[in-house]
């Protein structure tokens, strides 16, 4: 009888939780939650600079820079844990790659100005 009480308990507690927390804590834990699903990818706030790593998450901004630059789009993943920017030297504009997509990257963490970055990455999306 203890058990039916705990389980409808902690049934009743995640749906207060769901009412009353910020959509966006919601938000991070769910993308959180992905990461662990995932085999071989790891949480972007564990990765350290020098690392090879797989990381999955959302296109929180995609940047084109101008024209009269060196072509390169820059991308913002986001997976609930912290982001990390993927830079694709020589590029301008590669489709699919758009705010809100989900997509999986491997390569080597750097790090410029205080962030982040991978360089080049091998990438996957996901369905629509």
Avoid: F
């Avoid at 790593?53 to 101008?66: A, C, F, M, N």
């Avoid at 844990?81 to 993927?86: P, T």
């Amino acid at each position: 009888m203890t058990e039916i009480r705990q389980e409808s308990g902690n049934w009743l507690s995640r749906r207060l939780r769901r009412l009353t927390a910020d959509p966006n804590e919601l938000d991070a834990e769910a993308l959180l939650s992905d990461v662990r699903k995932t085999a071989g990818c790891e949480p972007v706030s564990q990765c350290h600079r020098g690392k090879v790593v797989t990381v999955t998450g959302r296109l929180k901004s995609v940047v084109h820079l101008p024209e009269g630059s060196v072509p390169t789009l820059e991308a913002e993943l986001y997976d609930g844990s912290g982001s990390v920017i993927l830079v694709w030297l020589g590029r301008r504009q590669i489709a699919g790659i758009e705010p809100g997509r989900t997509l999986t990257a491997r390569g080597r963490i750097a790090e410029n100005q205080g962030r982040g970055v991978i360089y080049n990455p091998w990438y996957e999306l996901s369905p629509a």
